[in-house]
């Protein structure tokens, strides 16, 4: 059976969210939550100040409002490494976090989706036919830290 999940409130799955308070060092730096650490790699090569000011916001909301403006340019391979950079910080977030790899773990193999209603990269959107690139990641950090453990 499929797990949905949307935001921080989506129990007991809330902690797959970009949005959730899990923090972790990264890069040499430490980054609030995994929606900080993905939207400063926009500027990680272009503006620097941009960058820090996004790592540097309170709330998740703000760094994917900040990520998302055209007033700086984002880093030319974007669309290239953007998939990567995010279970780069995926990836960390669960390691940093014994509570929360304990979930993703526990899902075992089920499928596991970002349920957004108007993202059809990251999630499934409204009608199902989304990419849900950051569930194909979380099942891909599951597995990572799974075969990581067993042995």
């Known amino acids: 059976m499929p797990i949905y999940f949307y935001n921080t409130r989506s129990q007991p799955y809330g902690c797959f969210c970009n949005f959730s308070r899990?923090?972790?060092e990264l890069d040499g730096f430490w980054w609030v939550?995994?929606?900080h650490y993905f939207q400063a790699q926009k500027f990680a090569t272009t503006d620097l100040l941009w960058f820090n000011k996004i790592r540097e916001v309170k709330f998740p909301r703000e760094a994917a409002?900040?990520?998302?403006?055209t007033t700086y340019p984002l880093r030319?391979?974007?669309?290239?490494?953007?998939?990567?950079i995010m279970e780069q910080g995926v990836l960390k977030k669960f390691?940093?976090?014994?509570?929360?790899c304990k979930i993703l773990l526990s899902t075992n193999d089920e499928l596991i989706?970002?349920?957004?209603?108007f993202d059809y990269?990251?999630?499934?959107?409204?009608?199902?036919?989304?990419?849900n690139q950051l569930g194909l990641i979380l099942?891909?950090?599951?597995?990572?830290?799974?075969d990581r453990y067993s042995n």
């Open 22 to 24: 899990h923090g972790f």
């Open 33 to 35: 939550t995994n929606e």
């Open 65 to 69: 409002k900040m990520g998302r403006s």
């Open 76 to 84: 030319k391979d974007w669309e290239e490494v953007k998939d990567k």
């Open 95 to 100: 390691e940093t976090h014994a509570e929360i």
């Open 113 to 117: 989706v970002e349920n957004s209603s």
């Open 121 to 131: 990269y990251w999630g499934c959107g409204r009608d199902g036919t989304g990419k």
């Open 139 to 146: 099942m891909a950090v599951r597995k990572t830290l799974r």
